[in-house]
Nanobody, 126 residues
Framework: QVQLVESGGGLVQAGASLRLSCAASGGTFSNYAMGWFRQAPGKEREFVAAIRWSDSTTYLAKPAKGRFTISRDNAQNTVYLEMNSLKPDDTAVYYC???????????????????WGQGTQVTVSS
């Protein structure tokens, strides 16, 4: 059974940086996509970024482009989300997710993702 464990969240001031980590276990991930989603209070879960494990192809949501970077470490089976220039609007619980690649396109809707971590809180103060 695939397990995902996030870490790295916290409370920071606007303009700061954070790096979230997602340690994956229980599977062979060469045919998987790994992603990050976030959910703010009262809002739906939204896509942030995804990476195709096999060739590190990435896709970022518009709010993340230019500020966030997603990457993966094969040896550690870990996916990272580097977040720079954080804004109060980035405040949310951030979730790591994994799914099998069924096409060449990285999925962005939460229902397309099979496995989820427990989430890590990111709070950005103004």
């Amino acid at each position: 059974q695939v397990q995902l464990v996030e870490s790295g969240g916290g409370l920071v001031q606007a303009g700061a940086s954070l790096r979230l980590s997602c340690a994956a276990s229980g599977g062979t991930f060469s045919n998987y996509a790994m992603g990050w989603f976030r959910q703010a209070p009262g809002k739906e879960r939204e896509f942030v970024a995804a990476i195709r494990w096999s060739d590190s192809t990435t896709y970022l949501a518009k709010p993340a482009k230019g500020r966030f970077t997603i990457s993966r470490d094969n040896a550690q089976n870990t996916v990272y989300l580097e977040m720079n220039s954080l804004k109060p609007d980035d405040t949310a619980v951030y979730y790591c997710a994994a799914t099998l690649m069924q096409s060449a396109i990285l999925p962005v809707t939460p229902s397309r993702w099979i496995y989820w971590g427990q989430g890590t809180q990111v709070t950005v103060s103004s």
